[in-house]
């Protein structure tokens, strides 16, 4: 039996819901070995960042053969700042105060230095041999995978847009879909169904035998 891997879409401080999914995963995987794959911005946005982070990184740290996590353009802002002048301004209009708030500070210097060093490590870029995994997307007409780190954070267009064969299916997040349903694609899923925007935290179902997803587990926003 192929064994399954189940890719995670933007998390951004859903602490509940990512809890709430992964035993999902847990009682569809039946007992049987599964990888995650985790596409990044767990942070900002949401109440629970510092939650968020805890699992995550507690579960890479446990496993790191079965569990991959993946760079997010947040992540990206979030270190940005500790380094760029002008970045810490643009990183907590971008929901880096909520943030801050979960970690019980008010000051970028204050937060952990261990989820800060986990939170650098983490790369751009995972594969195995049917799917590219990455946050955003890669540049239509690129060798694959594209190598430009910026693309694979940020990139909307002309990814979206445009049907692009990049060899393997692309598995990503970015950009919120309204509908709160996955968009999926003749040659890419976008996992990103709006959790924090009260859409759907989801879990893309793979297996070795085929590109796109088998199916899809969802755990909704709760509504106030």
Not at 157 to 186: I, K, N
């Amino acid at each position: 039996m192929d064994e399954l891997t189940y890719a995670i879409g933007d998390i951004h401080g859903c602490a509940d819901l990512l809890d709430a999914l992964l035993a999902r995963i847990e009682a569809h995987s039946a007992g049987r070995p599964y990888r995650l794959v985790f596409l990044g911005d767990y942070i900002d946005r949401g109440p629970d960042s510092a939650g968020v982070i805890r699992m995550v990184s507690r579960l890479h740290w446990s496993d790191p053969d079965r569990v991959a996590c993946l760079m997010g353009n947040h992540e990206a802002m979030l270190l940005d700042s500790l380094s760029t002048p002008g970045a810490a301004e643009h990183w907590l209009r971008n929901g880096g105060t909520e943030t801050l708030l979960s970690f019980g500070t008010a000051e970028i210097t204050d937060l952990p230095g261990e989820a800060l060093d986990w939170l650098e490590a983490l790369p751009s870029l995972h594969e195995d041999g049917r799917r590219w995994y990455v946050h955003a997307g890669f540049r239509p007409g690129c060798i694959p995978p594209d190598p430009d780190p910026h693309n694979r954070l940020w990139i909307r267009e002309p990814f979206l847009s445009e049907d692009c064969d990049f060899g393997r299916h692309v598995v990503h997040g970015h950009t919120p879909q309204p509908s709160g349903r996955p968009d999926v694609r003749a040659y890419r899923t976008n996992l990103d169904t709006g959790a924090v925007y009260g859409g759907a935290l989801t879990a893309g179902v793979f297996s070795d035998a085929q590109g796109p997803a088998l199916e899809f587990l969802q755990v909704p926003a709760r509504r106030a």
